[in-house]
């Protein structure tokens, strides 16, 4: 059974920083990433890394947030600081393997100003 737990949300400060986690197990993947999704919003990118360690970001998080992956521990993880308020979403991992999707169970991060 594949799953992928997430862990690290919270309240935050603005300006704070918060480092987010997702343990996969049951499958590798290809590419690793994050969406959040805000109230009223649709889902959006927030940052994907592949198995080979590249990486990309949506605009609003780039400078302030890096993404890494352990593949030992098929783990990935997201640091982000300089937080707004406008990061406030759930954030959802998610796993790509042969075309299909998986995701965690989202997990709330609000900022507060």
């Known amino acids: 059974q594949v799953q992928l737990v997430e862990s690290g949300g919270g309240l935050v400060q603005a300006g704070g920083s918060l480092r987010l986690s997702c343990a996969a197990s049951?499958?590798?993947?290809?590419?690793m990433g994050w969406q959040r999704q805000a109230p009223g919003k649709q889902r959006d990118l927030v940052a994907v890394i592949t198995d080979g360690g590249r990486t990309k970001y949506a605009d609003s998080v780039k400078g302030r947030s890096t993404i890494s992956r352990d593949n030992a521990k098929n783990t990935i993880y997201l640091q982000m600081s300089s937080l707004k308020a406008e990061d406030t979403a759930v954030y959802y991992c998610y796993g790509l393997r042969g075309g299909v999707t998986f995701w965690g169970q989202g997990l709330q991060v609000t900022v507060s100003s």
């Open positions: 049951g499958s590798t993947f290809n590419d």
